[in-house]
């Protein structure tokens, strides 16, 4: 299994501008918690996996704005504030 941890960067935007949701949000949040599932780290998540053994260390590193996104799509999805922030401590506590 691969996933690429920024792909609804796109959505945060959509949300941003006013234009809501671009696509299911069950869908959407079965996304965010398989980047949670197979890409976390104690540092964020990572960039992008399912290229292992890695062929590109640079997918192994940590996604500067996954977390972030993965934050505030779980706030704008009315994720309880403490679950929701999780990702985004860790990027602050790191």
């Not at 500067?64 to 506590?93: C, H, P, R, T, Y």
Request: zero cysteines.
């Amino acid at each position: 299994k691969s996933i690429f941890t920024d792909a609804l960067y796109g959505q945060v935007l959509a949300f941003t501008y006013g234009l809501g949701p671009l696509y299911s949000i069950s869908i959407m949040k079965k996304h965010l918690e398989s980047e949670v599932r197979l890409a976390d780290t104690p540092y964020g998540l990572r960039m992008l996996t399912g290229r292992e053994p890695l062929t590109n260390p640079q997918d192994n590193s940590i996604w500067m704005d996954a977390s972030q996104v993965w934050s505030v799509l779980n706030l704008w999805f009315n994720i309880d504030l403490d679950s929701a922030l999780i990702q985004s401590e860790k990027g602050l506590n790191h």
